[in-house]
């Protein structure tokens, strides 16, 4: 099957910083990248999205940008707040097909 | 609008013993998911469909069965539990399989 290797596993930052999570994806074909946020004990929720035909996508404090070449693809969040402490998942999911691919996860902490 | 629904919040069986879990959603989506989530594995998909009628495996279907007879309703079925089924499953739902996902609140399942 598909494979998404998301990184790193868990991630701790002073507030204010910024925060990175990459991931990488084996399906050329693969044409539209979502990032779910999930807070302790809630369900995934959508917090940005990307597909194949943009290199970038800006949301306030939120950014994902795609580089279809390396088959990578990473969520970037600026000005960190406690609030955005939880656990983020990437995914991915090919043109034409009917599946999601997600990562493993990463676990943010926002330090105050 | 209540979105996707998913019943029972929480669930203890006992190995061999079958439950279903229930999903329902109200967005008129055709495509609907189940996925399984446990600790540092991300959200595996169990069984997918787009549409009343029709479903697929996904990535780890093995001892779940699952059916489609309206656009609303995809439960999902256990028929003879084991310990390896406890996790964290999620009910989720979108456009056409074209966009984001929706998902359930999750269900807790416990099999001793």
């Known amino acids: 099957g598909e494979n998404v290797e998301q990184h790193p596993s868990t991630l701790s930052v002073q507030e204010g910083d910024s925060a990175v999570i990459k991931c990488t994806y084996s399906?050329?074909?693969?044409?539209?990248f979502p990032w779910y946020k999930q807070e302790l004990g809630k369900r995934p929720q959508l917090i940005i999205d990307?597909?194949?035909?943009?290199g970038e996508k800006k949301d306030q404090r939120i950014a994902v940008t795609l580089n279809k070449t390396a088959k990578h693809f990473s969520l970037h969040i600026t000005e960190t707040q406690p609030e955005d402490s939880a656990v983020y998942f990437c995914?991915?999911?090919?043109?034409?097909?009917?599946?999601?691919?997600f990562g493993t996860g990463t676990s943010l902490t926002v330090i105050p | 609008n209540a979105g996707v629904t998913q019943t029972p919040k929480f669930q203890v069986l006992k190995t061999g013993q079958s439950m279903t879990l229930q999903c329902a959603q109200d967005?008129?989506?055709?495509?609907m998911s189940w996925y399984r989530q446990d600790p540092g594995m991300g959200l595996r998909l169990i069984h997918y469909?787009?549409?009343?009628?029709?479903?697929d495996q996904g990535e780890v279907p093995n001892g779940y069965n699952v059916s489609r007879s309206t656009t609303e309703d995809f439960p999902l079925r256990l028929l003879s539990a084991a310990p390896s089924q406890t996790s964290v499953y999620f009910c989720?739902?979108?456009?056409?399989?074209?966009?984001?996902?929706?998902f359930g609140e999750g269900s807790r399942l416990t099999v001793l």
């Open positions: 995914a991915e999911k090919p043109l034409g097909g009917n599946q999601f691919y």
């Open positions: 989720a739902s979108s456009y056409a399989g074209i966009g984001e996902l929706f």
């Open positions: 469909s787009v549409g009343a009628g029709i479903t």
């Open positions: 399906d050329s074909a693969s044409n539209y």
């Open positions: 990307i597909r194949s035909n943009v």
């Open positions: 967005m008129n989506h055709e495509y």
